[in-house]
């Protein structure tokens, strides 16, 4: 008779983003996840597969609540600005996460190297550039964004310092330095 699951699959992917967000997934080995998402190194296998199905459904869930957070800013129904603003700020709160982003870790890890993980990052990149032209054009509508400017142009730009803030809170403590790069880009839209 087979032995039923012991854990929330859920949970242990919450825990293997965290390890992965922290470590890498190249510095991240088998027994760390055995040891930090507290499950068998068996029950690993049965549930997910190897290690790179683990990363892979890890990175998913990740994008996934990333997505959510996305649809929660839209549903608060504020200000284009405020909504980009809050978008950009959300990088310079870690709010005990690990700092910088999961998918940009990994696209800059491994996207060269393995053309899953960089499907995943620029499909994620993708639906986050058709986010932010949708809000533009809603501005640009509204008369809150100079209607001169290219929404989809604009939103690569916005994404481009979005990566780059995502990337530097990694290394400075310069927190004005980080306030300073919202408040140009975002003055862009003027």
């Known amino acids: 008779m087979a032995r039923s699951k012991e854990f929330e699959v859920n949970e242990v992917l919450d825990k293997a983003i965290q390890l992965f967000w922290t470590q890498g997934y190249e510095k991240t080995s088998m027994q760390e996840l055995v040891d930090f998402m507290g499950i068998h190194r068996r029950s690993i296998y049965d549930t997910f597969g190897d290690k790179h ?61 393995d053309s899953e993980v ?4 620029d499909e994620s990149y993708s639906k986050t550039e058709a986010f932010l032209t949708r809000i533009l054009q809603e501005g640009q509508q ?15 730009f916005l994404m481009n310092a979005w990566l780059g803030l995502r990337t530097l809170v990694k290394t400075t403590t310069d927190q004005q330095k980080l306030k300073d790069i919202v408040d140009t880009t975002l003055a862009v839209l003027d």
């Open 53 to 113: 199905a683990l990363f892979m459904k890890a990175l998913e869930r990740y994008e996934a609540k990333q997505t959510q957070k996305m649809r929660f800013l839209v549903e608060k129904k504020k200000p284009v600005k405020e909504l980009i603003r809050e978008m950009l700020d959300s990088t310079l709160r870690n709010e005990g996460e690990p700092l910088g982003c999961l998918l940009v870790n990994s696209g800059v890890e491994l996207g060269v190297l």
């Open 118 to 121: 960089a499907s995943l990052v």
């Open 142 to 156: 509204t008369g809150e964004i100079r209607a001169n400017l290219e929404a989809k142009v604009m939103s690569h």
